[in-house]
């Protein structure tokens, strides 16, 4: 299996030059950026030199991470309007830098209830689908630790979002492993890595896997807290991220860190870890 092994890159510097430099220091052979402030709604446009630098590196897959505000399924008229609007920004500048995917929290319901809230997801992110150009990225809906009212934790919680969104073929799935972990799938348990990805699978499909955000937790399974540790450091254990790679529905997909650390080393470091168990396969 090719799964190529990267991070989350800082871009300080250009979202280019910084994010690839980063990338060269780590051996990161995949990355995500930004490409707005994640914790802001401002939408900057992009630097044309820089987006070509990166579409250019066909041989690193590029991946773009909506904002942390982003909420579609928030009762509040004005972030709903701002999430739709900061997804398709990310859809635009992951299209114009050659991205394969944007990843976007799956979101919460907050005040209103779950139906009310999936009815938004019809009506606001299916436009969305539709409007990405056939080279453009997939979007890849990443299910969220289970706190919160959150709308999908559970991996077979992405069934009522595939059956909404009408499974769109720009449809895919970005699985975290601390979020799965918290929200309660024990991949640290014998066999539990294959459980929850054939579970997966069952939900949506084979070939909606697209790619795996791969932490370890500092919290304990079912804990509902999403605190990312260095792999092989926290509750997983170097155990679980070797079996998935050994999942066929793993076979080909990224795998991308979001781990702590200030760079390079810890990074580094885990890098090195994923592509020891990666290649022992």
């Not at 920004?89 to 209830?113: C, E, P, Y």
Request: net charge negative; with cysteine; proline share 8%.
């Amino acid at each position: 299996m090719n799964n190529p092994v990267g991070a989350h890159v800082p871009v300080a510097g250009g979202l280019a030059t910084g994010g690839l430099k980063y990338a060269a220091e780590i051996g990161a052979e995949a990355v995500q950026v930004f490409v707005a402030n994640p914790r802001g709604w401002a939408l900057p446009e992009g630097r044309p030199a820089e987006d070509e630098k990166l579409r250019a590196r066909t041989d690193i897959p590029v991946y773009v991470h909506t904002p942390y505000l982003v909420n579609v399924g928030s009762p509040t008229p004005d972030t709903l309007t701002k999430s739709i609007a900061a997804i398709r920004h990310s859809l635009a500048r992951g299209h114009a830098l050659g991205a394969r995917g944007v990843v976007v929290h799956t979101g919460s319901s907050v005040s209103q209830t779950y139906d009310q809230a999936m009815a938004q997801v019809h009506e606001h992110v299916l436009p969305l689908l539709d409007e990405i150009p056939d080279d453009g990225p997939d979007l890849l809906l990443e299910p969220m630790a289970g706190q919160n009212n959150m709308l999908c934790a559970k991996v077979q919680e992405l069934g009522p979002f595939f059956d909404r969104l009408e499974h769109h073929p720009k449809l895919g799935v970005c699985f975290d492993t601390c979020h799965a972990f918290a929200a309660g799938h024990d991949l640290a348990a014998p066999g539990g890595v294959k459980e929850t990805l054939d579970a997966l699978v069952a939900t949506v499909g084979e070939g909606r896997l697209r790619l795996v955000h791969t932490n370890d937790s500092k919290d304990p399974c079912a804990s509902g807290r999403d605190r990312h540790e260095n792999i092989g450091a926290g509750r997983i254990g170097e155990q679980a991220f070797a079996d998935l790679f050994r999942h066929p529905a793993a076979a080909g997909v990224p795998f991308l860190i979001e781990t702590p650390g200030r760079a390079p080393e810890p990074h580094a470091r885990d890098i090195a870890t994923l592509k020891r168990l990666r290649d022992a396969v």
